[in-house]
C-alpha cells in the first residue's frame, strides 16, 4: 500500500528561493499544458498528457529558458500528475474542468524518487545538497516519490512510500466502543473515558473571541468601508491563528483516532456531529466539519490496517435521547442539558457517555444483522456533508 509522509522543512534561504522558482515553473507547465489542450482540442485533435510533455520538452529550450534552471521534474510533473489526474478526474465526473493554477494558491512541484534522497536528518536534493527536515521518515519501503508544497510561509515535503500491507493486529475477538464527538472535550467513549481537548486550544479560543472583537473595531469593518492597514493585519492575525487552531485539533484526532485502532476492533461512531457544532460559540463551524471529516477518514484508514472495523451511524439515530438501559426514548433533550434521569427505569445519565454507549451498541448489532457494509471514505462524502448541512439549516 501507498503511504506519504508529510514533513515540515527547513531550507536556507537559497534553497527556498528554488522552491519557490521551481512552484512557479510546475504551475507554468501546468496552465501551459492546459492552455495548449484547449487550443489543440478546438484544433479536433486527439491529446494525450505524453504528447504535451514532448511538445514541452522541444520548446522549452527555445522559449522557456528559465525552466531550465530547477529540476525537470517540477514542469514534467506538472503534466504528467497533476495535469493528467485532473483532466481524469474531470472525465469520471468527479470534479469540474481543470482550471488555471493561480500563484500562492496552493503553490507545489512534485520530484520522481531519483531527484532526491532521505537521510536521518535531512534531504539531499541534486544541485541543491542537503534541505533539514523535521522529523525522519516515518515509514520503511520504496520511496516512490514527493511533492514539496507552501503553507502559508512554511515549506513541507510529502515523500510517498510503498509498504508491504500490514497484517492485521485484530482478530475480531476484542471490544467495541462507542465514541461521542464533542467541542470542549475532544470525545467521550462509552467506557466513560472523556478525551480532552489541549488547554492550548482553549487559550486559542479566547484569543480568537478577542481578535474578532478587535476586528470590528477597525476602520474597514463596516460594509463598504475602506479596509485600513490595521484591518487587514488583525485579519491576517485570525487567519494563522484559525491555521494553529485546525492544527492543534488535528492533532488531537490523530492521537485518538491511533488509540482507538490499537485498543478497539468494533468502533462505532456518528454520522455527523451535529450536537457537538452546534454546541461551540466559538470555534469555526469549518474546523468542526473538517474535524468530523478527519476522524471518519483516519478512523476507516487506520482501521483498515490494525483491522478494526468502523461502523458510522444513522444520522437519524437518536444517540443522546434514547436511554442506553431500558431503550426509553425522551421526546426533548436541550443541547444545555449534560446529565439527565430516565422516567422509567430511573437511571441517572450523563448525556455523552449515554450517547457512547447507544453508539457503541448501535455498532454491535449492526455488524450481527449487516456484515461487509464497510466501504472507504468516499469522494463523494464532503457533498453528502453540504447536503446535511443544508438539511440541518433547514431543520432550525
Ligand atoms: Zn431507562
Not at 509498504?163 to 462509552?190: F, M, R
Not at 494553529?244 to 488535528?250: H, S
Request: hydrophobic content about 40%.
Amino acid at each position: 500500500m501507498l503511504r506519504a509522509h508529510k514533513i515540515r522543512l527547513y531550507p536556507n534561504n537559497k534553497q527556498a528561493t528554488y522552491f519557490a522558482k521551481a512552484c512557479g515553473i510546475s504551475r507554468f507547465a501546468y496552465n501551459w499544458g492546459l492552455s495548449e489542450w484547449k487550443r489543440r482540442h478546438e484544433a479536433g485533435e486527439k491529446v494525450t498528457e505524453g504528447a504535451l510533455r514532448k511538445e514541452l520538452n522541444a520548446v522549452k529550450h527555445e522559449q522557456f529558458p528559465w525552466m531550465l534552471e530547477v529540476t525537470k521534474c517540477a514542469p514534467q510533473l506538472a503534466i504528467k500528475n497533476d495535469l493528467n489526474s485532473a483532466f481524469k478526474n474531470f472525465f469520471a465526473k468527479r470534479a469540474g474542468f481543470p482550471k488555471f493554477h493561480k500563484k500562492g494558491v496552493h503553490d507545489s512541484f512534485s520530484l520522481s524518487n531519483d531527484q532526491f534522497s532521505v537521510k536521518e536528518t535531512a534531504v539531499s536534493i541534486p544541485k541543491l545538497g542537503d534541505v533539514r527536515i523535521a522529523e525522519s521518515l516515518r515509514f520503511a519501503g520504496k520511496i516512490m516519490g514527493a511533492a514539496i508544497s507552501r503553507i502559508a510561509d512554511k515549506w513541507y515535503m510529502a515523500i510517498q512510500v510503498e509498504i508491504p500491507e500490514p497484517e492485521p493486529t485484530h482478530t475480531g475477538e476484542n471490544q467495541a466502543v462507542g465514541v461521542d464527538l464533542g467541542i470542549k472535550a475532544l470525545a467521550t467513549l462509552s467506557d466513560g473515558t472523556v478525551v480532552c481537548g489541549s488547554k492550548a486550544s482553549r487559550l486559542c479560543e479566547k484569543k480568537l473571541k478577542r481578535l474578532n472583537q478587535e476586528l470590528s473595531r477597525r476602520k474597514g469593518a463596516k460594509k463598504g468601508e475602506a479596509q485600513s492597514n490595521n484591518f487587514k493585519k488583525t485579519k491576517r492575525k485570525i487567519a494563522r491563528l484559525y491555521a494553529r487552531m485546525a492544527n492543534i485539533r488535528m492533532d488531537g484526532i490523530h492521537k485518538l483516532t491511533t488509540m482507538l485502532v490499537k485498543k478497539y476492533d468494533l468502533i462505532g461512531i456518528e454520522d455527523l456531529n451535529v450536537a457537538g457544532m452546534m454546541k461551540n460559540h466559538y470555534l469555526a463551524r469549518s474546523i468542526a466539519d473538517m474535524s468530523f471529516f478527519e476522524f471518519r477518514r483516519q478512523l476507516e484508514y487506520k482501521g483498515s490496517i490494525t483491522g478494526s472495523r468502523v461502523v458510522v451511524a444513522d444520522r437519524f439515530f437518536a444517540s443522546s435521547k434514547t436511554c442506553n438501559v431500558c431503550g426509553s426514548k425522551l421526546d426533548e433533550l436541550a443541547l444545555s442539558v449534560r446529565d439527565w434521569t430516565c422516567d422509567d427505569c430511573g437511571t441517572y445519565h450523563d448525556r455523552d457517555v449515554n450517547a457512547a454507549i447507544n453508539i457503541r451498541n448501535y455498532a454491535v448489532s449492526s455488524t450481527v444483522s449487516a456484515c461487509g457494509e464497510l466501504g472507504e471514505v468516499s469522494r463523494s462524502m464532503k457533498q453528502e456533508l453540504n447536503v446535511k448541512l443544508k438539511a440541518l439549516v433547514r431543520i432550525d
